[in-house]
């Protein structure tokens, strides 16, 4: 049990929702150059999910929020803050507002968190700690991305990758455990070029001497070899360092759970640390990379399928853009 001047956090609901349009590998060699062949077994990826132009982040994220409280037994009205983990809103401005709005979950705070593929991993760590200060008791934590709205689809290097979706957690506070065990977040500014969603100013002179960039943003662009190798590098050891601060051996995880990028590195990842592929949680089979939107949706899968039981001990990472990268050990349910 937890000291009784200390707050702990439980993990207690997990949702997802996808869009229905399914956009296979044979489907996607009509758009671009490529094959089922090709795009296999160099990512592991057999399809995924794209929202159509009447889908919204707001739309699927809800649904996702709207089973993960549903699975913690929680009505809207009770939740104190919601976090939505995207690089897609809807409105740039801010798309959680909305689904707070959608829930009615009318005294809940509610803010974007921005942290691409890293997303999801960072916003846990974040609603933890408003839990363990006692600021807030019931946080939903939300992870989604509409990729395809930013995905060059002439591009083969990328756009075989990329997916839509949404997953979502409910954390509560727990007086008697702590389900975030450890964790570690990093960042590295030097290398951001290598994945990029960026802005393209284009100059508008307003007056004589004031000239403003307005624009649009570009399609992702992506050096997929340094990303690879950033992966392999980094996400080892930012698990073994947040296993370090839960005072865990990776002999103790029950499943390794990471960024749904590509199989090849789930499988380098999980080599290099020593872990079964048993333990390996993967389904980017069914819907690519969905940035965010991965740990959760692979999450709510296994947790439903009944593989992932309370009480087990889950290595999480997620990985990419900004660069940024980050792990935490957490245990499901309430044990």
Known sequence: MLHQSRIGVAITGCGSAAPVATLDNEGLSQVVETSDEWIRTRTGIQQRRLATPNESLKTIAAEAAH????????????????????????????TASQIQAELGAVKAAAFDLTAACSGFVFGLVTAAQFIQTGTYRTVVLIGGDVLSRWTDWSDRRTCVLFGDGAGAVVMQADPEQNALL????????????????????????????????????????????????????????????????????VEQIDWLLLHQANQRILDAVAQRLGIPSHKVISNMAKYGNTSAASIPIALDEVVREGKVKPGDVIAASGFGAGLTWGAAIFRWGKS
């Not at 399609?219 to 947040?242: D, L, T, W």
């Open 67 to 94: 089973h993960a409280l549903e699975m913690a037994g929680v009505a809207p009205a009770d939740v104190d803050l919601i976090i939505l983990a995207t690089s897609t809103p809807d409105d740039l401005f801010g």
């Open 182 to 249: 450890g964790f570690e977040l990093c960042s590295d500014g030097s290398q951001n070029e290598c994945l990029t969603l960026a802005f393209q100013p284009q100059s508008l002179e307003l007056i004589e001497d004031i000239t403003i960039g307005q624009g649009t943003f570009q399609p992702i662009a992506m050096n997929g070899q340094e990303v690879y190798r950033f992966a392999i590098k980094r996400v080892p050891e930012v698990i073994e360092k947040s296993l370090f601060r839960a005072s865990l051996s």
